[in-house]
């Protein structure tokens, strides 16, 4: 067994093999690196950096609705191009920033994390990772086609969404193809777990990373499917004589809210589902201390998963759907705060009576522990459908949902960067640059954000490029914590470049109490994860629950 | 002395009274909250957005006093070791289960109440079209055959043109005002029936409390009943995206007393008679019969 006992430290005779090994692949060089890529890791990068790219040309977006929401009147913009920008802001955001660093936070994390050499079907990781900037080329393209870009909203909602012009095949395209990416990524996930899993790595012994990401997948599987059923039916009632949703014809425009939705919430848990998982591996790291109920977590994640098929039409509370099921959905849509809750407190009892040290990756989970829950308070508020009735479609929404996205998921995101990152750069960031970024992200998301809440519930629509003279002060409020916030996120290229270029060598363990197997190879991690399976008795020190 | 002085006192009492109720009144700085409304099930919506509130905020206090507590009490800095045998607790873990449950049955019992009392819209006095067009709203009162468009004033909407020039504070009721408002009876039961012509618009009041989708093919009931002794006007907006005038299609509701009410439902029934004169109306602008949707479109297409 000796051979499988990898120290940590990079000196050991099992590393001294896998390097040895790694210089006899045939690894190609050059761009055919990158195209012709099937390595998880070359794969995992790939998405990372598309990601970090959406997420800037995403957050110019943004800049653009802040700047005009600066203050009341149109200054810059016209009122068609807004609503592009809110459209293409979300759909960039969503399907270009967070989803895409999800798979490649999967694609570098999955094989290390359960004793596998790569991915399982890494051919088709290619294709997956490759149908995107094809897809995102053609979105961004319609910025410049007769009509403008889309600008019905990233929701689509028929029949406004059939009036855009000449980007409404190309939009409807390129969300087939993200869709079909997103699909194959997570049949990836799916197989690889399901088959690539060292000998010892039980289903309750995977890191919760690999567990939130497994359900995930699922999510996936059987949501796009359905958002792609719903645009190809936009697309013949446009072009082909149908009339799905137009009700002159006897179609349905509620039809699409259903269809669209059935697929829209259980997204936006595909979204935050892998934020758990980050999470529940950085806080017991740095508390020192295994996390307080693992087995539960995977149960209320699974359960969140379930439950997200059944709450889609709390969205649509004021189309005027019956007494009954405005009852069933809003009940259903409470239920969630109970495993959602389970998951609060286990994180908090895991530092209860730990050893907390606040490293940037700590900082920015500890970010989302205390954002999240005030994103989860408002929407239990929305949950109530009573009180949906002036909450929905204002800005009491926007701050929800970007109180969950972006300190939720997106501070899960950059967490899950300063945590691995030694681990796969070998390289050690400048830990007080990062905790710069944290501080400012922190500060300068709730300026944002924060006002949104007051706007809402004094009225003021979400979706509009103009407003009356009282919501002045707070958007202004609001404007100038969005410029400092997207500035601020610049620190983040720089940090990571500055790392790969010039940072100190990174130990194996990187953190003192990092658990788990990509922990037990060397930094960085060797080009095919785990050559060798790991023994089993590694195995069971990196569970350490 | 005193001249160095006085300006700053000059500014500090500006401040204060910048920050004085009266003042937050006309500022946005105060615009923090839901209003309370002026119906019954407006104020019931209010209650319950604050009791839920409440509820938050208690929960907040207690998790977050629990992770901050954490935070300064066992740091690493502090040498503290960390007691790695607290990794399960079926009890803790049973009760913060059983506890959150409770508390949403407590918030979803008052929820449930009030939905229903919003479904009831049995027995209207009074029953209104409303259908939404881009970008304005149509008003039909079906008893009396009264009918009406309403869309953005010609004061807002040369303001809200790109680079006009005007300063939006100098508008009165910037976006917020119509060329003719919906005019209802304080104290009486108002059935709405909500559609749309073209795509999904959303009728919003704040004050009164409903939010209703006005949806081309259906149509949508909501109701409300203003205070009696609550007469005034209040403002709202379509809250769902229309397409470019989303913002520009403002809502204002005139609430007036049963008296003024039937006086002014009676002098627009005299002035919408066929060959009645046409300076008599208040609904129908430039005099003439109200607007088919082609012109409202083309009106609103210069925007």
């Known amino acids: 067994m000796a051979e499988h006992t990898h120290a940590p430290a990079a000196t050991s005779p099992a590393h001294a093999v896998h390097a040895v090994h790694d210089e006899h692949d045939h690894r190609p060089h050059g761009w055919r690196r990158w195209v012709y890529a099937t390595n998880h890791k070359d794969i995992g990068t790939m998405y990372l950096v598309f990601a970090g790219l959406m997420f800037l040309i995403g957050g110019s977006f943004a800049m653009v609705i802040r700047a005009e929401l600066f203050e009341p009147g149109m200054q810059l913009v016209d009122p068609q191009f807004f609503n592009s920008m809110t459209t293409m802001h979300a759909l960039f955001m969503i399907f270009g920033a967070v989803m895409p660093a999800w798979t490649g936070l999967a694609n570098w994390l999955i094989p290390m994390q359960i004793g596998a050499p790569d991915m399982a079907l890494p051919r088709l990781n290619n294709l997956s990772f490759w149908i995107l900037p094809f897809a995102f080329t053609l979105l961004f393209s319609t910025l410049f086609v007769p009509g403008g870009a889309p600008a019905g909203g990233w929701t689509l909602y028929a029949p406004l969404m059939v009036q855009t012009g000449d980007a409404f095949p190309m939009t409807i395209f390129a969300i087939h193809m993200m869709g079909a990416s997103s699909i194959l990524g997570a049949i990836n996930v799916i197989v690889t777990i399901m088959n690539m899993r060292a000998k010892g790595m ?58 669209f939705w059935f697929f829209g919430h259980p997204e936006v848990y595909i979204l935050i589902l892998p934020a758990f998982g980050v999470v529940s591996e950085i806080i017991p790291t740095f508390s020192r201390k295994p996390l307080f109920g693992y087995e539960t977590m995977v149960y209320a994640t699974a359960s969140i998963g379930f439950l997200s098929f059944i709450v889609w039409a709390h969205h649509m509370f004021v189309t005027g759907i019956p007494l009954a099921g405005q009852l069933f959905f809003m009940l259903s849509t409470m239920l969630i705060a109970v495993p959602t809750g389970v998951k609060v407190f ?23 522990l205390f954002m999240f829950t005030i994103g989860g308070f408002s929407g239990l ?49 400048d830990m007080r640059l990062a905790t710069w970024h944290f501080w400012l992200s922190t500060v300068f998301v709730n300026v944002l954000f924060f006002p949104q809440h007051f706007l809402g519930l004094a009225g003021m629509p979400r979706r509009i490029p103009d407003y009356a003279v009282q919501f002045t002060d707070w958007n202004m409020v609001s404007s100038i914590g969005g410029f400092a916030f997207g500035l601020s996120q610049l620190l983040f290229p720089y940090i990571v470049l500055k790392c790969l270029r010039s940072g100190e060598p990174a130990t194996g363990r990187v953190w003192e109490s990092a658990h788990g197997l990509e922990w037990e190879l060397p930094s960085p991690a060797p080009y095919h994860s785990w050559g060798e399976p790991p023994s089993e008795a590694l195995i069971a020190r990196g569970a350490a629950h | 002395m ?4 006085a300006p700053k006192l000059a500014a500090l ?17 105060g615009e923090i909250n839901m209003p309370r409304g002026v119906t019954m099930i407006s104020q019931k919506i209010y209650d319950l957005h604050m009791l839920c509130f409440w509820v938050c905020v208690a929960i907040g206090i207690v998790v977050f006093g629990v992770m901050i507590y954490s935070m300064v009490v066992f740091r690493h800095s ?27 049955i407590g918030v979803a019992v008052p929820a449930a109440r009030t939905l229903i009392q919003i479904s009831d819209t049995r027995n209207p006095e009074l029953t209104i079209k409303v259908i939404g067009y881009q970008w304005g709203w149509q008003y039909q009162y079906l008893e009396s055959g009264v009918s009406f468009f309403s869309k953005l004033d010609a004061r807002s909407n040369a303001a809200s043109q790109l680079d006009s020039g005007i300063d939006p504070n100098t508008v009165p009721n910037y976006l917020r005002d119509v060329d003719h408002p919906l005019v209802v009876p304080v104290g009486t039961k108002i059935l709405l029936l909500i559609t749309a012509d073209d795509v999904i618009h959303s009728w919003w ?20 009943a203003v205070d009696a002794d609550k007469a005034g006007v209040y403002r709202g907006q379509c809250t769902e995206l229309c397409g470019r005038g989303h913002a520009f299609m403002p809502i204002v509701v005139d609430a007036r007393s049963k008296a003024d009410f039937n006086a002014w439902l009676d002098s627009e029934e005299a002035a919408q008679k066929p060959g009645a004169p046409a300076q008599a ?16 479109a083309e009106a609103s297409a210069v925007r």
């Open chain 1, 381 to 429: 508020m929305l949950a109530l459908v009573p009180a949906d009735y002036e909450y929905h479609g204002t800005y009491f929404v926007v701050a929800h949902f970007h109180y969950v996205l972006v300190p939720g998921a997106i501070f899960a995101i950059i967490g899950a960067v300063y945590y691995w990152l030694p681990k796969w750069s070998g390289k050690m960031y």
């Open chain 1, 346 to 368: 286990n994180w908090t009892a895991t530092m209860y009576k730990g050893s907390l040290s606040f490293e940037p990756p700590m900082l920015f989970a500890l970010g989302f």
């Open chain 2, 2 to 5: 005193v001249q160095k002085i």
């Open chain 2, 78 to 104: 502090k040498g503290v070791v960390a007691d790695t045998t607290l990794v399960h607790n079926t009890r803790i873990e049973v009760i913060w289960t059983i506890i959150p449950v409770c508390i949403l």
């Open chain 1, 202 to 259: 039980g289903l309750l012994r995977m890191p919760l990373f690999v567990w939130t990401w497994f359900i995930t997948a699922f999510l996936l599987i059987a949501a796009m499917p359905v958002l792609a059923g719903a645009v190809t039916m936009l697309l013949t009632d446009h072009y082909f004589g149908t009339t799905f949703f137009t009700a002159t014809g006897g179609g349905d425009p509620i039809m699409f809210q259903h269809i």
């Open chain 2, 13 to 29: 009492t500006a401040l204060l009274v910048s920050l004085s109720p009266a003042a937050r009144a006309q500022s946005g700085w």
């Open chain 2, 205 to 224: 009041v704040p004050d009164l409390g409903v939010k209703m989708d006005a949806i081309p093919g259906y149509i949508n009931e909501a109701w409300f």
């Open chain 2, 281 to 296: 109306t208040t609904a129908a602008p430039a005099g003439a019969a109200p607007p088919t949707p082609a012109q409202l």
